[in-house]
Structure formats: structure tokens, C-alpha cells
């Protein structure tokens, strides 16, 4: 599964309008067409340059097996219209939370998108920890997007 943005292409920098820099919106995100038997998907954005742990900045889940796309600016709120729910990102928020590094060299914050064969039944507020263990056994494919933020 190929997961592509307009935002910003793999491996490039993050533009500053996705940061903590500018306005913290989310990016546009699009998927290739997803393996049968597809149910729903889960993203998952981290940082795994943080400095004392992975730090997660997106989580979201639920998402139909219909959706192929994302818009700029998903709004943090615990239910989408579309049935998908927000979890806490690491700064304790519902929703997306731009990349915020300490100054240095460039961080690398991975967008995973998984294509699922069940719906996760969790609350909204989910954390990333409670998301991967409930896709365990459930994967069916994996799109990965990387892009880079350094203040």
C-alpha cells in the first residue's frame, strides 16, 4: 500500500505550516487501493529521534475501508464524521500534533498507515499502545511516509 501527501513528498521537509512552528495543522495524506478483505485502517505518526522515547504525535482509527485520503486539517476532534476516532498524541491532545523538536540536527517523523481486516472497537482517547495491540493478528498491509522537521 502506497501512502503519498501533497504536503510534502517521502524523505523531504516537513513545511513548517504541519509544525509547532506554524500553525499545526495536519497533512494531506492519500493511499493506493487497499487489499481485499480490507475492514478499516489506523494511522500512527511518531518521532523515534525524540529524546527520551518515541514520541507519538497522530493517532487515528476506525477509518472506513472506503476512505483513500486525508485532508489538510483534520480537526482534532474524537469522532470524524466518518466514523473514524482520534487518540491522545504524546502531548495529551485528541488529534494531530505537529512535529515540535527540541534545536539540532533533523528528526524523522514516520505517517504508518495500516489496513486492517476487523474495525477497532476502542474508545475515542485511544493510545497508540492500546491500537497496536488491538491490530495484532489484523494487519494486512502497511504504507509508510516519512518526512523530516529540525528547528
Known amino acids: 500500500m502506497n501512502l503519498t501527501s501533497t504536503s510534502f513528498q517521502e524523505g523531504s521537509r516537513i513545511p513548517v505550516k504541519f509544525t509547532c512552528n506554524g500553525a499545526g495543522v495536519s497533512p494531506q495524506l492519500a493511499w493506493s487501493a487497499p487489499p481485499a478483505g480490507t475492514a478499516s ?3 500512527i505518526v511518531t518521532d523515534p529521534d525524540a529524546p527520551r522515547r518515541t514520541f507519538v504525535h497522530w493517532v487515528l482509527y476506525g477509518l472506513p475501508a472506503v476512505a483513500q485520503a486525508l485532508p489538510e486539517g483534520v480537526l482534532g476532534l474524537g469522532q470524524l464524521v466518518d466514523g473514524g476516532r482520534q487518540g491522545r498524541n504524546d502531548f495529551g ?23 486492517l481486516d476487523a474495525k477497532l472497537n ?9 491500537i497496536e495491540a488491538a491490530m495484532q493478528g489484523h494487519i494486512l498491509a502497511i504504507g509508510r511516509l516519512i518526512g523530516l522537521f529540525e528547528r
Request: proline fraction near 17%.
Open 41 to 43: 485502517y489506523a494511522l
Open 122 to 130: 476502542l474508545p475515542v482517547g485511544a493510545t497508540r499502545a492500546r
Open 93 to 115: 491532545d485528541l488529534g494531530y500534533g505537529g512535529p515540535c523538536p527540541p534545536p539540532g540536527s533533523p528528526h524523522h517523523y514516520i505517517f504508518t498507515l495500516y489496513a
